[in-house]
């Protein structure tokens, strides 16, 4: 954690002169403003500069003008780098000073520092993103991009910009404050772990409310597992790019007498989750099994359950290695696994079901968290 500054601790008196003395001594530095957009399914929307000699992506915005406001200036540069006139930013994601001395500022340019806003530009729908209209003199393509690939499009410092915005979105808290790239206060949960939303090919696959026909394999079994207060438990899988969120379960061994007993088996490996009462929600279609080795058409159960007790952090099995365990309400869940609308969809229809089954109550908007290590006792 880092220890908050005081003004005492660099400011240096201010000395005896003309008014215009003291301004001229002012330090000066660049203001830039920046919208953070997403589509449906979570990828950060990044434009391609033609002016750039490093061939570096950027998020959608520009340079503060003089007396200009930083969100007028982010809604110019919206209006003027997409084309969509009406897009509203609803609040600052992250503010971020850089010093001249940081290595990715301009080589050959008298730099005397920036500091950038970024604005929550939110999610565009499948309309808005066909109305995007470039100016080519100054703007050559734009790409939708999950997270861990967007940061290798961005510079450095800007791709832990974007992602430090990007996460106070996701994860309910406050504006993020950095400071060459890094957070100058407590770093909060999503950042310390390196978590991602990734894009999933089936995340607009509608969830079937029946049984699961007799022809069909379960090869998955995932769930919302809740919690007393009405959130749910996500687990994070860490790796070199960053850690992926996912409900805790996994696919169906022949071990296994059922998917629930898939479901109990995953939970307590992978999060030290302990489950009572599982029920179906429905199934996605998966057509090919691909990631099963290509079995053909399978069906990925949905489920909910109640979590009685969550035991200290320990290492998955499978992996070698232990994953992050997140709170979350049901809604960020969703947001984290990017699985767009219908998984929207989802996480609501899970949330009635605890509350019809369980009596838990709707999970109020809250920061995530991450489990203690020590676990928790909830029954």
Same mark, same amino acid.
């Given at each position: #954690?880092?220890?908050?500054?005081?003004?005492?601790?660099?400011?240096?008196?201010?000395?005896?002169?003309?008014?215009?003395?003291?301004?001229?001594?002012?330090?000066?530095?660049?203001?830039?403003?920046?919208?953070?957009?997403?589509?449906?399914?979570?990828?950060?929307?990044?434009?391609?500069?033609?002016?750039?000699?490093?061939? %570096?992506?950027?998020?959608?915005?520009?340079? /503060?003008?003089?007396?200009?406001? *930083?969100?007028?200036?982010?809604?110019?540069?919206?209006?003027?780098?997409?084309?969509?006139?009406?897009?509203?930013?609803?609040? /600052?994601?992250?503010?971020?000073?850089?010093?001249?001395?940081?290595?990715?500022?301009?080589?050959?340019?008298?730099? !005397?520092?920036?500091?950038?806003?970024?604005?929550?530009?939110?999610?565009?729908?499948?309309?808005?993103?066909?109305?995007? +209209?470039?100016?080519?003199?100054?703007?050559?393509?734009?790409?939708?991009?999950?997270?861990?690939?967007?940061?290798?499009?961005?510079?450095? /410092?800007?791709?832990?910009? #974007?992602?430090?915005?990007?996460?106070?979105?996701? $994860?309910?808290?406050?504006?993020?404050?950095?400071?060459? $790239? %890094?957070?100058?206060?407590?770093?909060?949960?999503?950042?310390?772990?390196?978590?991602?939303?990734?894009?999933?090919?089936?995340?607009?696959?509608?969830?079937?409310?029946?049984?699961?026909?007799?022809?069909?394999?379960?090869?998955?079994?995932?769930?919302?597992?809740?919690?007393?207060? $009405?959130? /749910?438990?996500?687990?994070?899988?860490?790796?070199?790019?960053?850690?992926?969120? #996912?409900?805790?379960?996994?696919?169906?061994?022949?071990?296994? !007498?059922?998917?629930?007993?898939?479901?109990? %088996?995953?939970?307590?490996?992978?999060?030290?989750?302990?489950?009572?009462?599982?029920?179906?929600?429905?199934?996605?279609?998966?057509?090919?099994?691909?990631?099963?080795?290509?079995?053909?058409?399978?069906?990925?159960?949905?489920?909910?359950?109640?979590?009685?007790?969550?035991?200290?952090?320990?290492?998955? *099995?499978?992996? $070698? +290695? !232990?994953?992050?365990?997140?709170?979350?309400? *049901?809604?960020?869940?969703?947001?984290?696994?990017?699985?767009?609308?219908?998984?929207?969809?989802?996480?609501?229809?899970?949330?009635?079901?605890?509350?019809?089954?369980?009596?838990?109550?709707?999970? =109020?908007?809250?920061?995530?968290?991450?489990?203690?290590?020590?676990? #928790? =006792?909830?029954?």
């Amino acid at each position: #954690m880092t220890t908050p500054v005081s003004r005492s601790d660099h400011v240096a008196p201010r000395a005896a002169g003309s008014a215009g003395q003291q301004a001229a001594s002012r330090h000066a530095v660049w203001v830039g403003a920046a919208a953070l957009v997403t589509d449906q399914v979570g990828r950060v929307l990044l434009v391609h500069p033609t002016y750039r000699e490093d061939d %570096r992506w950027l998020l959608p915005g520009g340079v /503060v003008e003089p007396g200009e406001h *930083p969100h007028v200036t982010c809604r110019r540069e919206i209006t003027e780098e997409l084309g969509l006139a009406n897009l509203l930013l609803s609040g /600052v994601l992250a503010v971020h000073s850089l010093s001249p001395q940081h290595p990715d500022g301009q080589p050959g340019t008298p730099f !005397p520092g920036e500091i950038r806003f970024v604005f929550d530009g939110g999610t565009l729908t499948p309309d808005q993103v066909e109305a995007i +209209r470039l100016p080519r003199e100054e703007l050559s393509e734009f790409a939708f991009l999950e997270t861990r690939d967007a940061v290798q499009r961005l510079r450095p /410092v800007d791709g832990q910009i #974007m992602l430090a915005a990007y996460r106070a979105r996701l $994860g309910n808290t406050a504006t993020a404050h950095l400071a060459d $790239g %890094r957070h100058i206060l407590d770093v909060p949960a999503l950042d310390r772990n390196d978590v991602h939303v990734r894009y999933r090919p089936l995340w607009d696959s509608p969830l079937n409310r029946g049984p699961v026909p007799e022809r069909l394999p379960v090869q998955q079994a995932w769930a919302w597992c809740f919690v007393p207060d $009405g959130r /749910v438990v996500l687990v994070a899988d860490p790796g070199p790019r960053g850690a992926l969120p #996912m409900l805790p379960g996994g696919t169906v061994e022949k071990t296994d !007498p059922t998917p629930e007993d898939t479901l109990h %088996r995953e939970a307590a490996e992978e999060a030290q989750v302990t489950l009572t009462d599982p029920v179906r929600l429905g199934w996605v279609l998966d057509e090919t099994g691909e990631v099963y080795g290509s079995v053909g058409p399978n069906a990925r159960l949905r489920l909910a359950a109640r979590v009685t007790d969550i035991g200290p952090a320990a290492v998955d *099995p499978a992996t $070698g +290695r !232990p994953f992050a365990r997140l709170l979350a309400t *049901p809604a960020q869940a969703a947001a984290l696994l990017g699985w767009g609308p219908p998984g929207a969809r989802q996480a609501l229809l899970a949330a009635e079901t605890a509350l019809k089954r369980w009596g838990l109550p709707t999970a =109020r908007p809250a920061a995530i968290e991450e489990v203690p290590a020590e676990g #928790m =006792r909830l029954s």
